[in-house]
């Protein structure tokens, strides 16, 4: 939904207003919309774009060398009137004529047509390219009924460098045109936009519901399913496309510039994630990929959604593809040309050779690996309750950091035929690589502490372990720069390891020095509840934050219980 | 919200890969992050940036000549693990040393040090510049604690344009520095984002309130207030930013790069209209504004909010900022440099000269004042109306495109002191252009039809009003292309026309030739209601489209009946 505005009916020419401000370098204000900022050659062809504002870059963002001259902005997804498009005609006019080229609807189709009558009657000699790649708009057979959607951009681009390219009109006409025939765009959206003032979207779709071919405005689509899969949008959007490969032609081979445009609130992440199968399903197609295009090139303000164009090139088209393009909102050509590298990457290096290790601590890595086993499954079992109370006063993403590192370490500890020591180490680097963040920062400390007491010579004492949980408790608080009472991981883990000195220093055994050093920790874990958030991570409303412990502590207090049981039913059967 | 992924631990992974693959000419993919893909000179220091994912362009949008040599991607809103940044460090370096420039958030700065530690090792010197703009985040006193934000865009170039201009690392890491002293941000928030596969979003902030100074993965803020206008956002993002102007110094004849940073989904097109309000208050005090930036430059998937960054430049650091940029998501400096126009615009032509009237068609031309003032009323009175029937198979904004229309035509009839036929003729035209859309279009062409049979000498008789009411139900249809039947307009002008002609020859007066015109075009408008809606304007849900009229038609009902009542009306008193 639109959230910020002043009077709505003053919303589109406020909007064009601080867009040229912003982009003072490229576009000049004209009556009716933009055109350059900066000079174009006398007797170049004037391509001139536009329709109803809202769908930013397109159409304003798209002005400026190698890109269009000028660009009719009309009201919010309302076109331009034909005196707009008259006025901005005008001023982008170098004397070569004006191509106009817009996406193919009823009021962009009177106002421009309009325009065009009345300027070839002042003798400036127009052409019009209007824009029709959306195939779910129509059927084949009525291409000429298709709307125009994310095409827009390839059959701008072609008629810019056209004309820059210094054709004339008829042949900026014919290559424009010529790119059209060889653009197809498909798409689908999740939810519509509300525009400035309104009450309600412009259209809904269901929740967990995907709208299948819809248009940019909400115009009926082709049906509608279950939210995909990334990978089975990816396919729903190949698989349409081609359906419908230009002159019938065989895909394989083909050469073609893929434009994934995201239509606001779909974000880059997200169209990454798509773009990466798409590219996968296009290869195995035999198709070459050119020049990819993944991000918001035509927006319907916020609206959830997406389309897959396919720009087929030949080789004129491919040659024009290459000019630079310097607009506000897209920009092709680097002014430093560099050199490609040769790929080679950075692949980690070959694991080092595993040091030698006697019997005992080969057997004391048996048990290494068991507690490497039950930390993942009491990570897995309270993954949810983890990311709810982390929720409360951080990001919510402290389970799923906890699982993948605790998964990664236990991967890595049973990988390896090691010492005790070196099996917690690897444990311990994997850990810290796979879960990021703070949290396998600290635990990738906590366990290299206590690999590095245990060695990979002679069984482990407790007393290597207990000095190996000391020296983890210090690095935590070194590393992390947190003291007791911060609410950190560090409340819980330092009367833990202090408790298991002091039960060591008395006489326990181990599993019961660990099991009363767990309950303490368990304790200390619910005593950050109690504690006033630390400033830097509470959430705004402070109240929610009360009542509920630090996730790093209950998460260390969890594992040390657990590890306390396996412990003591090891002891039961040793 | 999140819309789609494949299986959500695997999303950061894919998305990379997506972002690699399509990317190719500005990066490569390596264990950790991306690396430029191009050559970098020899002994250049290499800028690594780096942070958590789902803030595209940071980071690896940003990773290209003239920007970051790598970045080190994490996992969603998890830092980059030691691991990670050391290896994309090494597959950056080049001979010259690396410097790490990231937000100053706990986990990154825990990550970062031990790979710089690491680093440093091996022999590869290091240096760390963490940005800390938010001026919400912590007092100025203990700036260090603040966190990085959009502000990073400034730092990261500087050091980058440093790198590139030839420094060693400890020139890059001061002129790095230099920029984080100059560079503060604001932000606010109206809703946060939900993470791939999570069932809730990380916060929310309630209807109609914004949320003020609140990070970007839902720090606390230092407030909350109703959502106020586009100005009200500006004053209130430059005021707080005008409190702390770096040294002390006053704003007045400083030289700032604004950043206007939209979080996801608050889109460009507001943006714009807020940056219209903070480029008129900066230039208010003083300030000279250089290469403004408005967009996507700091993202938080597609939370709604934005933040505004002023970087105070100084003689060295804007020298800087003049270096090209040539990244996936971030390009500066042109190809083919153009040189500036002259500003000269296109203000519309003055008027036309008026032509010569009489006295009878200027006070005819005081009906047509009148009925232009009904007009507006009419529409006035109906514009919600008219927007809820246009929602059901359009786009909502008739109601609103007619009172434009609507508006700007009784102010140009009523500016011009003429005869009746260019009274009309002003106010078609004007209607034309501001209305813009299909109905501005064609309710320029009723009325300038009219408008050419009024003429401005004698009174109008019900003669002409008929030929002209009936050259405009033509050159609607003409114009559109539409006909009887297709539920548009033409489905109540013509019955209109028709009857207006039927009425008149059967010798009825005008009001009542009028009246009974109006009664059969109101009849004619209710029967759109009846047909089915036509394909490419209906909307999905077609049932919702059955038993609500056209909404053009059912104006031009409103319309004519509202005239018709103006007739009668001043006949009574005749």
Request: aromatic share 6%; proline share 3%; charged share 25%.
């Given at each position: 939904m639109t959230r910020i505005w002043n009077d709505p009916a003053d919303f589109a020419d406020e909007m064009t207003d601080g867009f040229a401000a912003a982009n003072g370098r490229?576009?000049?204000?004209?009556?009716?919309?933009?055109?350059?900022?900066?000079?174009?050659?006398?007797?170049?062809?004037?391509?001139?774009?536009?329709?109803?504002?809202?769908?930013?870059?397109?159409?304003?963002?798209?002005?400026?060398?190698?890109?269009?001259?000028?660009?009719?902005?009309?009201?919010?997804f309302a076109s331009p009137s034909a005196q707009q498009i008259q006025a901005v005609a005008k001023a982008a006019d170098n004397g070569g004529g004006v191509l106009f080229a817009y996406g193919n609807y009823a009021g962009d189709v009177l106002n421009f047509d309009a325009a065009q009558e009345h300027l070839r009657a002042e003798g400036v000699p127009c052409a019009t390219v209007a824009v029709t790649d959306d195939v779910s708009s129509a059927a084949l057979e009525e291409r000429h009924k298709r709307r125009g959607i994310a095409g827009d951009l390839a059959v701008f681009r072609i008629a810019a460098a056209a004309a820059?390219?210094?054709?004339?009109?008829?042949?900026?006409?014919?290559?424009?045109?010529?790119?059209?025939?060889?653009?197809?765009?498909?798409?689908v959206a999740f939810s519509g936009c509300t525009l400035p003032g309104a009450d309600e979207p412009l259209f809904s779709v269901p929740e967990g519901r995907m709208a299948i071919g819809l248009g940019i405005h909400g115009e009926p689509g082709i049906g509608e399913t279950d939210v995909p899969t990334a990978d089975g949008l990816a396919e729903l959007l190949v698989a349409k496309l081609l359906e419908e490969v230009p002159d019938g032609t065989a895909a394989a081979g083909a050469r073609v510039v893929p434009i994934l445009n995201g239509l606001g609130s779909l974000k880059y992440?997200?169209?990454?994630?798509?773009?990466?199968?798409?590219?996968?399903?296009?290869?195995?197609?035999?198709?070459?990929?050119?020049?990819?295009?993944?991000?918001?090139?035509?927006?319907?303000?916020?609206?959830?959604?997406?389309?897959?164009?396919?720009?087929?090139?030949?080789q004129e088209l491919e040659a024009l593809w290459e000019t630079p393009?310097?607009?506000?909102?897209?920009?092709?050509?680097?002014?430093?040309?560099?050199?490609?590298?040769?790929?080679?990457?950075?692949?980690?290096?070959?694991?080092?050779?595993?040091?030698?290790?006697?019997?005992?601590?080969?057997e004391a890595a048996?048990?290494?690996?068991?507690?490497?086993?039950?930390?993942?499954?009491?990570?897995?079992a309270n993954v949810?309750?983890?990311?709810?109370?982390?929720?409360?006063?951080?990001?919510?993403?402290?389970?799923?950091?906890?699982?993948?590192?605790a998964k990664a370490a236990l991967t890595a500890g049973t990988a390896v035929d090691a010492g005790a020591g070196t099996t917690l180490a690897r444990a311990a680097a994997a850990w810290a690589d796979k879960a990021g963040g703070t949290s396998g920062a600290l635990w990738g400390v906590i366990l290299s502490s206590v690999a590095n007491r245990l060695g990979d010579n002679g069984k482990p004492t407790l007393a290597d372990l207990t000095a190996g949980v000391a020296d983890g408790a210090?690095?935590?608080?070194?590393?992390?720069?947190?003291?007791?009472?911060?609410?950190?991981?560090?409340?819980?883990?330092?009367?833990?390891?202090?408790?298991?000195?002091?039960n060591a220093d008395a006489g326990a055994d181990l599993p019961t020095a660990w099991k009363a050093a767990a309950e303490d920790a368990a304790r200390a874990a619910k005593a950050t509840a109690d504690l006033l958030p630390r400033m830097g991570r509470a959430r705004p409303h402070a109240e929610k934050s009360l009542g509920t412990p630090d996730p790093g502590a209950h998460s260390l207090a969890l594992i040390a219980t657990a590890i306390g049981e396996l412990l003591e039913g090891r002891n039961d059967h040793a």
């Open positions: 490229h576009v000049q204000r004209v009556t009716g919309g933009v055109v350059r900022a900066t000079e174009s050659p006398r007797g170049q062809v004037a391509v001139v774009v536009g329709g109803g504002s809202g769908h930013y870059p397109a159409f304003g963002g798209l002005v400026g060398q190698g890109l269009a001259h000028g660009a009719a902005m009309g009201n919010l820059e390219a210094g054709h004339d009109l008829d042949g900026v006409e014919r290559l424009a045109r010529l790119a059209n025939e060889r653009t197809r765009s498909f798409g992440e997200e169209l990454f994630v798509v773009y990466r199968r798409v590219a996968q399903l296009l290869e195995a197609a035999g198709i070459v990929i050119v020049d990819p295009h993944v991000g918001e090139y035509c927006t319907s303000f916020d609206m959830a959604g997406t389309s897959l164009t396919l720009f087929w090139l030949d393009v310097d607009a506000p909102a897209y920009r092709r050509g680097s002014v430093n040309p560099a050199q490609l590298k040769a790929a080679k990457g950075n692949a980690a290096a070959d694991a080092d050779a595993v040091p030698e290790a006697d019997e005992a601590s080969r048996g048990v290494v690996r068991a507690a490497l086993g039950v930390i993942a499954a009491t990570i897995d949810d309750e983890l990311g709810r109370i982390d929720a409360v006063a951080g990001d919510g993403d402290h389970g799923i950091g906890m699982q993948r590192g210090k690095g935590v608080m070194d590393y992390g720069k947190a003291e007791v009472g911060d609410k950190t991981l560090v409340d819980a883990l330092v009367p833990f390891a202090e408790a298991l000195q002091r």
